[in-house]
């Protein structure tokens, strides 16, 4: 590990270990918390939606801050939420995530500045490209400016490309053309000077949306523009361990003179419409109880396997201490996961590290185990 880096989590934890000096003692299950144990490697975050921002389911309330140090905004900074109309913007949620954050000293990540996704409905009425680019610079002068100095880090493009790593067909691309991503980068970091600027994607890892992310990457480079960071989201499933191709990602993306992170970390362990050979994917699967084998209780073997894989992917990232920043899960517990009501809505799943009761599971202890 570098010294550099060594210093920025040596002053992060100095600052933990504080706020947790001025409240109660810590308990002796804090001090064996995933933050606590990967302390000197990288930050350990978790994405937080409505409820636990407001603290208003008590379990997750008191795990959140024993066993992270890293949060981002599961939904409530996305366009639709915080900025609904063309001259509305709401913030009350988005103040409410910050503040927590500052409350409990962690590392707070705006998620995100650019997708193509969940935007307000009004974004699809604007029609000349002039007024387009003059939504988006409002947007991010108004929503990265409101919080500089207060968010650590900015998703500022989110999943711009295909899986061929060509650039994704939005509504960005279609009225800016391809340079919108580096405007966005612009844009951002003239709006929050202090705070870090990430690309983020999912299946980046992969070589031909990898080579996309490059590309990408090295135009916002070659115009001058900053950018500290990029997300590798890491919504992965069972049936495959991408180990190689994450290897190689976190060292090309590395070379690039960028922090890496694991962004959106869960591990689907249901099957998926796309793998069963001559399905529709169209088809609804909804109640169709071979597509939910575990409505109640996972059944030993795939929690094994679960935590096998977790082992696994832990492993190499400890083997980048270097590279990597920081690794984020998609949530606190099963219960709470996205993957419950996608692709297929009301199915059970397990992707996490804590079980809808919050209880650590065989892949938590399997993990914490590593150090
Ligand atoms: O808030 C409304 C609620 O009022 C309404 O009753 C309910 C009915 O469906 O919907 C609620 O909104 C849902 C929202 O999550 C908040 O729970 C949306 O339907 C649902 O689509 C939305 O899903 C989010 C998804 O992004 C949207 O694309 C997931 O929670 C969130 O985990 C997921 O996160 C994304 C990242 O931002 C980007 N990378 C992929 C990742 C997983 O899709």
Redesign the pocket.
Known sequence: MTFKKKLCLGIINFCVLMTGCTGSKKSAADSSSLKDLYKSDFLIGT?M??EQIEEKEPKAAALIPAEFNAITA??IM?CE?IHPGWDRYNFDLADKFVAYGKRKNMFIIG??LI?H??LAPFVSEIQSSDSFMLFMTNHINAVAGRYAGKVNGW?VV??ALNEDGSMRNSIFLEKLGEDYVTKAFELAAKAAPNTELYY???NIEQPQKRAGAIRLIKKIQAAGVRIDGVGI?G?WSINKLPLEDLEKSIKEFAKLGLKVMIT?LDVTVLPNPWDLKGADVNQNFEGDSAMNPYPSNISDSADTKLALYYESLFKLFLKYTDNISRVTF??VNDGQ??LN??PIKNRTNYPLLFDKNFNKKSAYEKVAALK
């Open positions: 994405a939606n409505v599961e939904n996305k939420v998620h995100n997708w996704s969940q998703d989110n999943e983020n994607d999912y989201q919504h959106e998609w949530g996961s996205w009501n996608w």
